[in-house]
């Protein structure tokens, strides 16, 4: 009787294999949906480079974008625009997008600021509810003011701007995250529910101080704080705002 070559060729058993590709009853991951609200009329070339490598990369990593990009020559109008509000109607209980959007996160997004997909998602992954990341205006200068005292606007004109070189002192948590009063709305995400807490109109010049904030950004951030939502800044983000 002759011997089998071990080279021979032999059936697998395939009894205890498991087929996955068509098996119905594996449901695949939601999608994070993502509301990016951008305000403006025009945009750069850099701009269009950076948004559409963000919503590629938004789209291969299971990120659903949804776009609401708005104009108009009153800034309250123009940021309430992009939150879907209905100008005609005076109700302050309205939600944003008149509740008919099921999203995960709301991400503001200036044309001016430099933004990258990996930078997006260190704020996505945040525990806070309202996270921005950090950006210059110039070689030092940040988007955030850790205390807006009133005092020092009068003396000054301005507020106490956070400088670059000031963070690596700051306390954090998680030697990562701060706590701020204010930062300017060029890169920021809320989590779904956050902004739901505010009334209508979000944004709107606030005259409770005594000092007059005629801009969008400062309105809004008294108004987080006004409702104890925290605005947290994630200290491991980095990037530029650059002049058009």
């Given at each position: ?133 950090i950006y ?6 940040t988007n ?29 948590e998680d ?70």
């Amino acid at each position: 009787m002759s011997k089998v070559n071990d080279t021979e060729f032999k059936v697998p058993d395939v009894t205890k294999l498991k087929v996955t590709d068509n098996d119905e009853s594996v449901t695949p991951p939601k999608q994070k949906v993502i509301v990016f609200c951008i305000p403006g009329k025009s945009f750069t070339n850099r701009f269009l480079i950076l948004w559409s490598e963000l919503l590629l990369q938004c789209i291969l990593n299971g990120y659903r974008p949804i776009l609401c990009q708005e104009n108009d020559k009153n800034l309250y109008i123009q940021r309430n625009k992009c939150l879907g509000a209905n100008l005609l109607s005076n109700d302050e209980n309205q939600k944003p997008f008149q509740g008919k959007v099921d999203y995960d996160y709301i991400v503001f997004l200036d044309p001016n600021v430099v933004f990258t997909f990996d930078t997006l998602i260190k704020l996505l992954e945040s525990p806070h509810d309202v996270t921005t990341g950090i950006y210059l205006f110039n070689e030092k200068t940040t988007n955030l003011v850790k205390e807006m005292n009133h005092n020092f606007y009068l003396e000054n004109g301005t507020f106490q701007f956070v400088l670059q070189d000031d963070i690596v002192n700051l306390e954090k948590e998680d030697n990562r995250y701060f706590d701020v009063d204010f930062t300017d709305l060029g890169f920021i995400v809320f989590k779904n529910g956050a902004i739901e807490k505010l009334k209508y109109p979000w944004f709107d010049a606030t005259t409770k101080e005594p000092v007059a904030l005629f801009t969008d950004s400062y309105s809004f951030c008294q108004k987080l704080k006004e409702n104890n939502i925290k605005i947290y800044a994630d200290a491991d983000t980095r990037t530029k705002y650059l002049e058009t």
